[in-house]
């Protein structure tokens, strides 16, 4: 399996990098958090895309050394971003298969001591898959990370196939709606309706909002109107590298 092997050896050789994306608030206007988004920079093809290489990682198994380096590479530099941005979180896509393996909240935790990052900025990413097929093994797990201080985003939100019966049931900070919801949202009322229904029962789950795919200044408008707490997209800024980021910051706020 040739990419897998590739894979293998891309890690060995330091081939990935982790980029970061800003996330507005909307009512303070700052940056309230940074998305780690893993790239890989290979030697000849140049970038190839997570949404290629994550889901061949999970099946092979690598899945666990990429997500223990991300964890770490995120924590560390979390920690230098806090000596000028204090007020900045990170937040860290955690794959289902490394969520429910048996060792995942040792392991986080041992990072967080080890780098002595405030767990306080540290936010985890979670789709409707990695929490909903061990129900009970998940209340526990979240419930844990919540007492750690650490706070829970659902990404994704509106694309999975689950009752929305788990939202109350979950100890959920943050609902990231899927960006194929933002897009249209210009266009269509209906596509409206979807977003204000959203914002709204988060709001009264007293649960806060992500829109995501945010492009353009009509979209931000909107999400404005409907309350929104946070946007994230290219309307505010591209993932960036960690010196981009730091220009970024000092430049926004
Ligand atoms: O960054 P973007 O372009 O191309 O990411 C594509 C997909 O890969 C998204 O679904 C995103 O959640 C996922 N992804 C990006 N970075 C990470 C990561 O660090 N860990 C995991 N598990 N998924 C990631
Ligand atoms: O699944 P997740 O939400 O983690 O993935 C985020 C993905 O969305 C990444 O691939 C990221 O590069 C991409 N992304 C971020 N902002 C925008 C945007 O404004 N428009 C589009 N089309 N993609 C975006
Ligand atoms: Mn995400
Ligand atoms: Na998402």
Known sequence: FQLETALRKAFDRGEFELYYQPQ????????????????????????????????LAEESGLITPISDWIMMQACEHLKQ??????????????SPIYFQQIDFLEKLQKTIESVNVNPR????????????PHAEQSVARLTTLK???????IDDFGTGFSSLSYLHRFPIDVLKIDQSFIKPLSRYQEDLAIVKAIIMMAH????????EGVETEKQYQILEEQRCDFVQGYYVSNPLSIGELYEFLEMWN
């Open 81 to 94: 971003l806090q000596l000028h941005f204090p007020y900045v979180k990170m937040s860290v896509n955690i």
């Open 147 to 153: 007492t750690m201080g650490i706070s829970i985003a």
């Open 121 to 132: 900025s540290i936010e985890l990413e979670l789709t409707e898959s990695a929490v909903m």
């Open 204 to 211: 009264s789950l007293q649960i806060q909002v992500v829109a």
């Open 24 to 55: 507005l608030d909307m009512k303070t206007k700052q940056i309230r958090a940074v998305e780690a988004l893993i790239r890989w920079k290979h030697s000849g093809k140049g970038f190839i895309s997570p949404g290629k290489f994550i889901p």
